[in-house]
């Protein structure tokens, strides 16, 4: 095993409302058909099979097909097709999980997609170190953010794991900080995993900021980690208002961990309201009348206007909005190359 720092994807389950996709689909993959292929079905789906950790079923009565990846499973997708590539995939069905079909549903949905991100022979990062951090309530997280859920299991004389979980394994997104060399057995080196679990909207997120950066995995993955999480280097108790723990420093160490990427925070594509047309049409009824008398006053001179603008700030829902007209821009000119 090559023991370097790397972040990868290690689970993925996505469904496709596409009858008799799986053909397709296995074909792409290049799942193999030997006797090593195990035949699998459970409540939802009435067909489907198994091999080294990927999963394809599907439901003859409603179309629907389904994809599940283990950690293993994501290792046997690389190698499985010589060809094969994390962007081609996700970037393949990029229209398919932000189109609706006639029915009102994607064609695609991304129901889990896992990004982990391993530290080999760090003495800075272990677990017993973010572990003290935590107690002495040095960190600040989006998870239930002043309640997060931390646990630690230590059985008696013998550790038999050391992890610490931040948030709820039931909620859309939690994090996973563990000792992945005990886990594994491993007694020659330090190996410590950051693994974070995302579902649904969350996971169709981190594929839209893996569009958005170029795919860029581990980029997107330390910018999401840095939203997320950050140790701070006094205790959140130090400040009387919890309004104001955004004014303690975050750790060095933390930040050399994340390669000083900034934060990158959650894409929301699907369900935008407020929309390009939407910003027109208000612009039309409600402020052109004052713009022309404006740009008027000014002999048509527009430079005091521009200068305003430049001045103005931009609200959460002009944000989101402006995010999901650039990755509609790149989606369509994927499509255009590809």
Request: with cysteine; aromatic share 12%.
């Amino acid at each position: 095993m090559n023991y370097q720092n790397k972040i990868i994807i290690d689970y993925l389950t996505m469904t496709f409302k596409v009858p008799g996709f799986q053909n397709e689909l296995m074909d792409y993959l290049h799942f193999p058909t030997g006797p090593e292929v195990i035949a699998t079905r459970n409540r939802n789906f009435d067909q489907g099979l198994f091999f080294m950790g990927v999963r394809v079923m599907w439901n003859t009565e409603s179309g629907l097909v389904m994809l599940d990846c283990s950690g293993q499973g994501c290792r046997t997708l690389e190698s499985l097709n010589p060809n094969f590539s994390w962007d081609k995939l996700l970037y393949g069905f990029s229209d398919w999980l932000t189109t609706k079909n006639e029915d009102g549903h994607y064609i695609a949905h991304i129901a889990r997609l896992d990004l982990a991100y391993d530290i080999f022979d760090n003495d800075e990062i272990t677990v017993d170190r973010v572990l003290k951090y935590i107690k002495n309530k040095q960190y600040a997280s989006l998870s239930a953010r002043w309640h997060p859920d931390f646990r630690y299991d230590d059985f008696g004389d013998t550790v038999i794991e050391k992890s610490i979980y931040i948030g709820s394994e039931k909620s859309n997104r939690f994090l996973r900080i563990y000792d992945k060399a005990l886990e594994q057995g491993v007694t020659d080196h330090k190996w410590i995993r950051f693994e974070m679990q995302n579902r649904n909207e969350n996971a169709l997120s981190v594929v839209l900021n893996l569009i958005k950066y170029d795919f860029d995995v581990g980029y997107v993955y330390k910018g999401i980690l840095r939203d997320y999480l950050r140790f701070l280097t006094r205790s959140r108790d130090s400040v009387s208002d919890p309004k104001h723990i955004n004014r303690i420093p975050t750790c060095r160490w933390w930040l050399d961990l994340l390669s000083h990427v900034g934060k990158i925070k959650q894409i929301y594509l699907a369900g935008i309201p407020y929309n390009a047309g939407t910003l027109h049409r208000y612009i039309e009824k409600q402020t052109s009348s004052s713009l022309r008398a404006f740009v008027a006053l000014n002999d048509g001179d527009i430079t005091s206007l521009i200068e305003i603008i430049e001045k103005a700030k931009l609200n959460f829902k002009q944000k989101q909005m402006l995010e999901a007209e650039r990755l509609k821009d790149k989606l369509e000119y994927r499509e255009v190359i590809t």
